[in-house]
T-cell receptor, first 114, second 114 residues
Framework: AQKITQTQPGMFVQEKEAVTLDCTYD???????LFWYKQPSSGEMIFLIY??????QNATEGRYSLNFQKARKSANLVISASQLGDSAMYFC???????????FGTGTQLKVEL | DAGITQSPRYKITETGRQVTLMCHQT?????MFWYRQDLGHGLRLIYY???????DKGEVPDGYVVSRSKTENFPLTLESATRSQTSVYFC?????????????FGSGTRLTVV
């Protein structure tokens, strides 16, 4: 069975600084997908970025990048130039074996300060 | 608007009552999912469906029933609500073979069982 671990319950970052949110995963499958979602205080789940296990390049979407280290089984989210609107809960998630069931970590609460 | 619509947004029900949460999507995505979100657990999969008339259990299915007679609808029924089912419920969908577009989530239903 797959598992996602997010070890940072909460983090603070100064506005305009970069921040890295940690995510490690555990699976025996060679084919898997890694996702990051943002959940602001309003509650909706917003898709940020996706990385496939066979993708050779790290995924990037605007200010978001996924630092994919396959050997270490880590998929950290990097947010560059943090903004106040980035304050939210962030979830790492994965699918495995070509399936479509998303397994989530417990999340990291990010607070961006002036 | 196109997307996933969940109803109701908020619901209070009494222990022992049956309650149905509705989920409707307009994209004709093949896969649909029900998750519950609780503090400290992230999102956990209750049930999912690969297509109309095909459903399967997720991580925490006990006490829930689903059906999918039409591709666009995926209702979740609590047969006899218990206080432990107080949670925020999210419906999600994804088209098979398109993980890079991410899973799309509804706005959630906050259910309180008293």
């Amino acid at each position: 069975a797959q598992k996602i671990t997010q070890t940072q319950p909460g983090m603070f970052v100064q506005e305009k600084e970069a921040v890295t949110l940690d995510c490690t995963y555990d699976t025996s499958d060679q084919s898997y997908g890694l996702f990051w979602y943002k959940q602001p205080s309003s509650g909706e789940m917003i898709f940020l970025i996706y990385q496939g296990s066979y993708d050779e390049q790290n995924a990037t979407e605007g200010r978001y990048s996924l630092n994919f280290q396959k050997a270490r089984k880590s998929a950290n989210l990097v947010i560059s130039a943090s903004q106040l609107g980035d304050s939210a809960m962030y979830f790492c998630a994965m699918t495995t074996g070509g399936g479509n069931k998303l397994t989530f970590g417990t999340g990291t609460q990010l607070k961006v300060e002036l | 608007d196109a997307g996933i619509t969940q109803s109701p947004r908020y619901k209070i029900t009494e222990t022992g009552r049956q309650v149905t949460l509705m989920c409707h999507q307009t994209w004709s995505h093949s896969y649909m999912f029900w998750y519950r979100q609780d503090l400290g657990h992230g999102l956990r999969l209750i049930y999912y469906s690969a297509a109309a008339d095909i459903t399967d259990k997720g991580e925490v299915p006990d006490g829930y029933v689903v059906s999918r007679s039409k591709t666009e609808n995926f209702p979740l029924t609590l047969e006899s609500a218990t206080r432990s089912q107080t949670s925020v419920y999210f419906c999600a969908s994804i088209q098979w073979g398109a993980p890079n577009y991410g899973y799309t989530f509804g706005s959630g239903t906050r259910l309180t069982v008293v």
